[in-house]
DNA sequence: TTCATACTTGCATCTTAATGCAAGTGTATA
DNA sequence: TATACACTTGCATTAAGATGCAAGTATGAA
């Protein structure tokens, strides 16, 4: 079942507490750099870099090379659209064949 | 953010691949036992009956006790009202104050 | 070209969680 | 009551992932 994998990946991205914040945290922001979210919302700079790739890598985030920086954004729709895919096929009845 | 917990919660519980594979299965099923699903997904029973418990206790899943058997069901509505209320909130603008 | 800033990556440590066997619990049937 | 069946739970092992410091890379400014 490929969907699981697509599926499962996605939902490790997003279980972890720290990185979900960060989510949130571009969601209202619109798009931030590495610096600002480590200090909004409390996390070692490191650790948020490479949870901000790791987001990034599954296709979340957005990155734009500004100069020195490396401003994020949220896919709001693709990330939408996913979860949106997977509740459908939930409520499908027969969903995985 | 009482949001990122209990969305980091839920993410969790499904990013298991064996995990989410059961919910697949229990998706198509309609319902089924633990012994059943050990079988039709490869999985040793004992890791079958807590990956199902642990889905239970996040809501995904129901319980019922027939005689000897434990037959559990995806509770489809309210984990894809659940993934909706996730979209929905990433697509509106400010969605974390 | 030197320096500072912004970020990434290597590394070691520490948690958390998945796994499977074996033992335990509960329930129906002989 | 004894036995079999369905499931849960304890335990030890293993693997995956989060964390933070330190070192490395890239880019702009002095």
Redesign the pocket.
């Known amino acids: 079942m490929k969907n699981v994998s697509k599926f499962s990946s996605l939902f ?2 997003l ?5 979900l914040g960060l989510v949130f945290e571009l969601c209202k922001c619109r798009e931030a ?4 979210l ?1 200090q909004c919302c409390s ?12 987001l990034k890598g599954a296709g979340v985030l957005g ?1 734009n ?7 994020y954004d949220l896919k709001r729709e693709e990330l939408a659209r996913l979860l949106r895919e997977f509740a459908d096929e939930i409520e499908s009845s027969s969903c995985c064949n």
């Open positions: 490790k991205v279980s972890d507490p720290n990185r750099n590495v610096g600002q480590s996390i070692d700079f490191s650790v948020v870099s490479r949870h901000l790739s790791k990155a090379k500004k100069g020195k920086e490396v401003y």
